[in-house]
C-alpha cells in the first residue's frame, strides 16, 4: 500500500501533541504528521502570530518540502480554515494539491461573519467563553500560573480568526469531507457551504456534541479519514 501523509493543523490554542489521540486511532494506516504554530508545542517561545495569512505562511514554509508523497489535510476549527488557505497557497505555488481535505468544527469561509473582538475581552468573560467552547479542561481555566503562559497563546489565535477576511476563488478541484457537531453553533448551512470551495460533491458526517466533539468521536473519525484518502487517492491515479 502506498504510504499517504496526513497533515493535522491544530483549533485555537492547540499543538501538536492535540493530535495524538488520532493519532492513535489511526495507526499505521497513514502517516500522521501533527504540526505546530509559533509559540506553543515544539515551538514555544517563538513570537505568536495574529494573523491567518502570517499562520498560513508558517505553515506553508513548514510543508513546502515535503509535499512529492501523496497526502491529506486535516484540520479543526482554526486548523479547518487554516487547511483553506494553505491549499490556496499550495496551489497558487503549483505544487502537487492534497489527495483529501477534512475540515471539522468550521463554518465555511464564505460564511464568515462580523465577528465579536473575543480576544479583547477581560479575562473574566474570556474564560467564560473559553468555558462555553469546550476543549479546555478546568485545571487550566482555574489555574493563574496557566493561564499566563496558555491566555495570550488563544487570544493571538483568537484575534487570527476574527480578524480575517475571505476573498473568493476559484473552487478546488479536491474531494472535502466536513465533519460538524450537532450542538455546535456552526449550523448545517453554514458547514454545507463548504461546497462554494470544491468542484466536488462534499461529504458532511454529523455528529452529536459541541465544539469538541472530535473528542468523542476520535475512532468514528480517523475510520473516515482513512478510508477516504485511499479513495481520493484511487479517484486522483485514475484521472
Known amino acids: 500500500m502506498v ?3 496526513l497533515f493535522c493543523i491544530p483549533f485555537a490554542g ?3 501533541y492535540s493530535f495524538l489521540p488520532l493519532e492513535k486511532a489511526i495507526g499505521s494506516s497513514l502517516t500522521t504528521v501533527p504540526l505546530d504554530y509559533p509559540g506553543r508545542g515544539t ?13 498560513c505562511e508558517d505553515l506553508f514554509r513548514q510543508l513546502a518540502g515535503k509535499l512529492q508523497e501523496p497526502y491529506a489535510i486535516y484540520g479543526h476549527s482554526m486548523g479547518g480554515l487554516l487547511t483553506y488557505l494553505l491549499t490556496k497557497k499550495i496551489r497558487d505555488e503549483q505544487l502537487p494539491l492534497p489527495v483529501h481535505l ?3 468544527g468550521s463554518r465555511a469561509p464564505s460564511m464568515r461573519r462580523d465577528m465579536p473582538d473575543y480576544h479583547q475581552l477581560p479575562r473574566p468573560q474570556f474564560i467564560e467563553k473559553l468555558r462555553s467552547l469546550g476543549g479546555t479542561t478546568d485545571e487550566i481555566l482555574n489555574s493563574e500560573e496557566i493561564l499566563e503562559l496558555y491566555e495570550p497563546i488563544l487570544r493571538a489565535d483568537f484575534e487570527a480568526v476574527e480578524t480575517y ?3 473568493a476563488c476559484e473552487p478546488f478541484n479536491i474531494p472535502v469531507t466536513v465533519f460538524n457537531g450537532l450542538s455546535d453553533k456552526i449550523s448545517r448551512e453554514q458547514a454545507e457551504a463548504w461546497q462554494r470551495e470544491t ?6 458526517r454529523e455528529y452529536p456534541g459541541g465544539h469538541f466533539f472530535i473528542l468523542e468521536h476520535t475512532t ?5 479519514i482513512v478510508r477516504n484518502v485511499y479513495a481520493g487517492f484511487s479517484l486522483k491515479n485514475t484521472i
Do not use: H, M, Q, T
Not at 515551538?43 to 499562520?55: I, M, T, W
Not at 468542484?199 to 458532511?204: D, E, H
Not at 468514528?220 to 473516515?224: D, E, G, H, P, R
Open 102 to 104: 477534512f475540515i471539522s
Open 14 to 16: 492547540g499543538n501538536r
Open 199 to 204: 468542484s466536488f460533491p462534499i461529504v458532511l
Open 3 to 5: 504510504n499517504v501523509n
Open 165 to 167: 477576511e475571505y476573498e
Open 220 to 224: 468514528a473519525i480517523a475510520s473516515l
Open 43 to 55: 515551538r514555544y517561545g517563538e513570537p505568536l502570530l495574529k494573523r491567518l495569512d502570517a499562520l
